[in-house]
């Protein structure tokens, strides 16, 4: 299957020897220079690369606070070394967020302190070199951007934050990533992740309105591009026709065709995913974001709904309003954005919902909580909404849930080990190793309460999943939608 060994299924939690290196093969295809310089960087990497480098490092500590705070307050107390999914899964002590931050710091010392300049050894301060961003450019894009390891810092610092920082950085001297930078490419150019242009979308939509039709006789619709319509759902492109995906995507049709409520997809704006997050662009992130505005204006509609997916809910929830805001042509009365969860459990609670819990009794439930929504954004109006509303809809749903231990689950979630840009063939191995303490909690249910399905909303650890369960035993239809349950379980009406 692979040209590298599984990580053994060992009994939750263990701590793995050191083994120095072992990753540093682990690099992403560099992105060429079509892909470069359609984002605004340059096509391969520059001559006085090291001085632009620099110079980007300096324009980021002091545009953002927190990357300097973050750059100058660890105190190497080392309870992060143990919390990350890659450095558990790879067992490189590269991957320990703390020495993944000094890769950058080190330099950062050596330019910007003091003592870095005039004392470098006694700091462990280095010049940059191309060694050194070489391996920025291997264990950089071995992060997912997860904020596990923040969450166990006594200062709060934010690895992720880093990983984002050296990735601008790396793409402002001509190193960028080909996955990221290619697909966002792609959404300027066609208005999605996958390429998928508007005929196609069309089509696709109708194929899933006869499909519904022909299963519960009802005609549900998809509705794309329709002016006046009350909500725009905006979703991972992946949606339209990934399995487990495209089960959700019908979920939350026959929601809205049970609330009675008129909503449209959008051609321009037929992806939630942002990878500009991942690389660390406010500006392409920003440019991401702005169709999502210029939709909703076009369509008159007056609230926007996102999805299942994870980075896409962060980058909504922390970001939209001052990327692409003031959103004030919409309805007052509703948040900005609103997550499709929200949405739904709100009908379940007001009993505008007829769920049949046993249509889903052939599944034992556990439920991922995925990194981006848990460290990153809340849902409703209570602390903690990002883990109780995902699981109210759930048990709503269906009758046998059972949860994964405590310590893996909530804010102490592990990332899927695809997330923050790393969803890419090229990093298979990375991958089904950072898979491994997540495949280790759901092990443990699958024994203790013989669960048979794991729940998502996030469409990365929906694709992450259902590639990497076959490497340890799982079969990879063990992942699925929280809308598929709430789709199966929903009794529809006969509205016309
Ligand atoms: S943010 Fe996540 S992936 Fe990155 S170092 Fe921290 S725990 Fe690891
Ligand atoms: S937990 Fe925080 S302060 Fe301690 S070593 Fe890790 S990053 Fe540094």
Redesign the pocket.
């Known amino acids: 299957m692979a040209d590298f060994e599984t990580p053994e299924i060992k009994e939750y939690p263990v701590i793995p020897h050191l083994q120095e290196g072992v990753m540093a093969h682990s690099k992403p295809f560099v992105a060429k220079e079509e892909f470069q310089e359609q984002l605004g960087f340059p096509g391969e990497l520059v001559d006085n690369w090291e001085q632009v480098a620099l110079d980007k490092m300096q324009e980021l500590t002091g545009k953002y606070r927190g990357f300097q705070v ?1 750059l100058d ?9 143990d919390k990350c999914h890659y450095y558990l899964g790879t067992t490189d002590p590269k991957n320990m ?2 020495a993944r ?1 000094d890769l950058l710091r080190k330099v950062y010392r050596r330019n910007f302190t003091f003592a870095g300049k005039y004392f470098p050894k006694l700091v462990g301060a280095v010049d940059l070199t191309k060694e050194v961003l070489d391996d920025w450019y291997s264990y950089f894009h071995q992060c997912s951007q997860c904020r596990r ?2 969450v ?6 934010d ?1 992720a934050e880093i990983s984002m920082a050296a990735r601008e950085i790396m793409d402002c001297v001509g190193v960028g990533q080909k996955y990221c930078n290619e697909i966002i490419g792609k959404v300027y150019k066609i208005g999605n992740n996958l390429g998928l242009p508007e005929p196609a979308l069309v089509d696709t939509l109708e194929g899933l309105e006869e499909e519904v039709e022909e299963d519960t006789g009802v005609k549900v619709r998809f509705p794309v591009d329709e002016k006046g319509a009350d909500v725009l759902v905006v979703t991972p492109s992946a949606d339209f026709f990934a399995e487990p995906h495209v089960d959700g995507l019908i979920g939350y049709a026959k929601v809205f065709h049970e609330a009675g409520i008129s909503w449209t997809l959008s051609s321009h704006a037929s992806e939630a995913a942002n990878f500009g997050m991942f690389i660390g662009s406010y500006e392409n992130m920003r440019k991401v974001s702005m169709r999502i505005r210029e939709a909703a204006l076009d369509l008159g509609v007056k609230r926007i709904i996102m999805g299942e997916c994870g980075h896409a809910w962060r980058v909504a929830y922390s970001f939209l309003n001052t990327l692409a805001g003031p959103f004030d042509f919409l309805d007052p009365n509703y948040p900005v954005p609103q997550h499709i969860l929200e949405f739904t459990h709100d009908l379940i609670q007001r009993g505008a919902l007829t769920l049949d819990k046993s249509a889903n009794d052939d599944m034992i439930m556990t439920y991922h909580d995925s990194c981006n929504v848990a460290r990153a954004s809340r849902m409703g109006s209570r602390p903690g909404g990002q883990f109780t509303i995902p699981r109210d809809v759930i048990r709503a749903s269906c009758n046998h849930f059972f949860d994964m231990p405590q310590e893996t689950i909530h804010e102490a979630t592990y990332c899927c080990g695809g997330g923050g840009g790393l969803l890419t063939d090229d990093l298979m191995e990375l991958r089904v190793k950072g898979a491994l303490p997540r495949m280790e909690a759901l092990k443990q249910v699958v024994e203790e309460h013989g669960v048979t399905h794991m729940a998502a909303i996030c469409a990365i650890c929906k694709s992450q999943f259902s590639k990497v369960l076959p490497y340890y035993g799982f079969t990879m239809d063990s992942i699925v939608s929280v809308h598929q349950l709430v789709s199966n379980a929903i009794v529809l009406g006969n509205k016309q």
């Open positions: 973050f307050s660890c105190v190497k107390c080392g309870a992060c070394t967020p703390v931050q390891c923040s166990y810092c006594p200062y709060g610092i690895t």
